[in-house]
């Protein structure tokens, strides 16, 4: 007679097909197990794998010895168009509100600086040797970025056949000369 599977066979089963669902990749049986953290072992996973597969309730691509299974695309809900698009927009509107919370905390942290700066109080020498550490670091990254971006544009004006500065246009590309940058700085670092 068969072994009866235990209650937990179907707990393992729901775990292991809603990993799929929610993962919406494909798999294999030591990939489910070392995903699932040790909840089922590898010769487990594999078993169940096959029964799902053969219930219909995932699919199954064997290649050679390798069997990947992948849960089925039918069954997935797909948004809208409206819904993605709304979605969308709530992402958006959240990201806004991150950026403004983090120029928030920056601007609490400036003003109270600034404050301390005005009411007298002079920065320490360890300070100022950060600042200036600081700002070394920060040119040398700019000029790093300005000479490959250089390189870059120099690669693309040899086969362009227009003006560089129409196309920087075009893409919304903003050079330092045209934001109105101090690029002496450079040149004295």
Known sequence: MAPKKSKGASDEEKVVLDYLVKANRPYSGNDISSQLHGKVSVPQAKKLLN????????????????????????????????????????IKVLQEQTEKLKSGIKL???DARLENLRSGEV???????????????MIKHWKARKRMFKNVSDAIAEGY??????????????????????????AAN
């Open 51 to 90: 029964d799902l597969a053969e219930k219909g309730k995932i699919q199954r691509k064997d290649n050679g010895k390798q069997q990947v299974f992948y849960a089925n695309q039918f069954e997935i809900d797909v948004p809208s168009v409206e819904e993605a698009e709304e979605e969308e927009e709530k």
């Open 108 to 110: 609490k942290e400036n």
């Open 123 to 137: 920065i320490s020498p360890e300070e100022k040797k950060k600042i200036e550490t600081e700002h070394t670091t």
């Open 161 to 186: 056949p227009g003006k560089l500065k129409d196309l920087f246009e075009e893409l919304g590309i903003e050079t330092d000369e045209d934001v109105g940058a101090d690029t002496s700085i450079i």
